[in-house]
């Protein structure tokens, strides 16, 4: 399995194969998906450090692992999530009324990195409804990551509380402050 870059005639046809190699140990072998991406940012940067020049390819594969990375840590930290199915059963709803809701911006959405269909944060339920402030907030900041990201951060702010936390305890206060700082930040972007 001497491949190598100058041989073939695209780079994404290599970063292809070495990428269906990587599948095969992480599937034999059990790897955790972070432990694979920990390993390729760490080799991209070593070839970014090293190189003269980066091709197109390159620079998008690292920003690619980065991403995954954030993503992973963001679905970690958001915590049990529900498929469509399982959110429909939550809200006595039909599987379209939960993606119409998503597509309208009443229910807070992600997608898996890996695998088809949408992720709904359990804690954006109250009993069978959602917490009002959620559409607020992804009004204000898109669905997916982007709301999850403003939420699950830490802030010195909140000495170091993320804006989840506190909405979810009920406090007033803190769910008029995340909508006021979502709704500034959804301005600037």
């Not at 059990?30 to 694979?36: L, R, S």
């Not at 390819?57 to 529900?82: H, K, P």
Request: glycine share 6%.
């Amino acid at each position: 399995m001497s491949t190598s870059v100058g041989k073939l005639k695209r780079p994404a046809d290599y970063i292809a194969e070495q990428a269906d190699k990587i599948q095969q140990v992480v599937d034999a072998f059990n790897v955790p998906v972070e432990a694979v991406a920990v390993l390729a940012e760490r080799l991209f940067a070593r070839r970014l450090e090293s190189a003269s020049t980066v091709t197109r390819d390159e620079a998008d594969a690292l920003l690619r692992t980065r991403g995954l990375q954030l993503a992973e840590r963001l679905i970690q930290e958001a915590g049990e999530s529900l498929s469509s199915e399982e959110a429909a059963r939550r809200l006595g709803a039909t599987r379209q009324t939960v993606n119409d809701k998503k597509k309208r911006g009443e229910l807070l959405a992600f997608k898996l990195p890996v695998g088809r269909g949408d992720r709904f944060p359990m804690w954006q339920f109250d009993g069978k409804h959602v917490r009002q402030w959620v559409p607020k907030v992804i009004e204000h900041l898109g669905n997916g990551f982007e709301a999850l990201s403003f939420l699950l951060a830490r802030r010195q702010s909140l000495n170091g509380q993320r804006f989840l936390d506190l909405a979810l305890s009920g406090d007033e206060a803190a769910i008029h402050d995340l909508l006021d700082l979502a709704s500034r930040n959804g301005e600037s972007a």
